[in-house]
């Protein structure tokens, strides 16, 4: 509670409520109470952009991007991936792989404005960890993996195609619970047409990971 603008400061007191019912007993309380300093404001998180990036989706194995970006015909084995175009990052994603496509599909039969924000959620996380992916490859990158020079292409090509599955699979269930947990959120966003990713759990403790993006 505020106090009182002449209200001085280690003053004391006593609240009293009652509530009276038609009929019913009257119900009351109170509570001491003293004057303290005005709590101080909490500093505004700060927010981090993410530089300029797209999506593209891959509508599964017949679409002729698929053999384009030289993806395998097991869905399962093949989530996403990235390229430069342009100088921006251009994010392919597979719309069948099978952790995304059912937890879409689901909330598509239920709620197709939570699918769509599911759908938008789920792009921003492989985005993000397509730009961490870039970071971390870079010549002198302070952490992530190191170019291995005697490493196998298609050895480097499956590592991570293995890893953009996993966020995958990351992404769907955490867009999932995110949308689910926040109706709120979700109708707002839907109102005004944007959408609030989720961190990346890969990179949780980085400094420089993106946690909150605007």
């Known amino acids: 509670m505020e106090g009182a603008s002449d209200a001085a400061l280690g003053q004391t007191g006593t609240i009293r409520v009652e509530l009276n019912r038609p009929g019913l007993p009257a119900l ?10 005005t709590a101080p404001a909490r500093p505004a998180a700060r927010a981090v952009t993410l530089p ?4 593209q989706p891959v509508e599964g194995p017949e679409d ?12 399962n084995t ?10 921006t990052p251009m994010i392919y994603y597979s719309t069948v792989f099978p952790k995304y496509a059912g937890q879409l599909a689901a909330f598509e039969r239920r709620d197709p404005p939570l ?10 996380w492989l985005a993000v960890h397509s ?11 302070a952490e992530g993996p190191q ?3 005697e490493e196998d292409p298609e050895i480097a090509e499956a590592r991570e195609r293995g890893e953009r599955c996993r966020t995958a699979t990351l992404a769907a269930v955490f867009a999932a619970r995110d949308v689910q ?17 989720v961190p990346n759990p890969y990179r949780a403790n980085r400094a420089d990971a993106p946690r909150t993006v605007s």
Request: glycine share 6%; net charge negative; aromatic share 10%.
């Open 28 to 37: 009351s309380d109170e509570r001491s109470y003293q004057i303290a300093p």
């Open 52 to 55: 300029p990036f797209d999506h």
């Open 64 to 75: 002729p991007r698929w053999a384009t970006l030289g993806w395998l015909d097991n869905i």
């Open 78 to 87: 093949v989530a996403s991936s990235a390229e430069m175009e342009n100088g």
């Open 115 to 124: 699918a769509r924000c599911l759908n938008e959620r789920y792009k921003i």
């Open 131 to 141: 730009l961490l992916l870039y970071q971390d490859q870079m010549p002198g990158a």
């Open 147 to 149: 170019p291995r020079t």
């Open 181 to 197: 947990l926040s109706p709120a959120v979700v109708e707002s966003e839907e109102r005004w047409g944007r959408v609030s990713p």
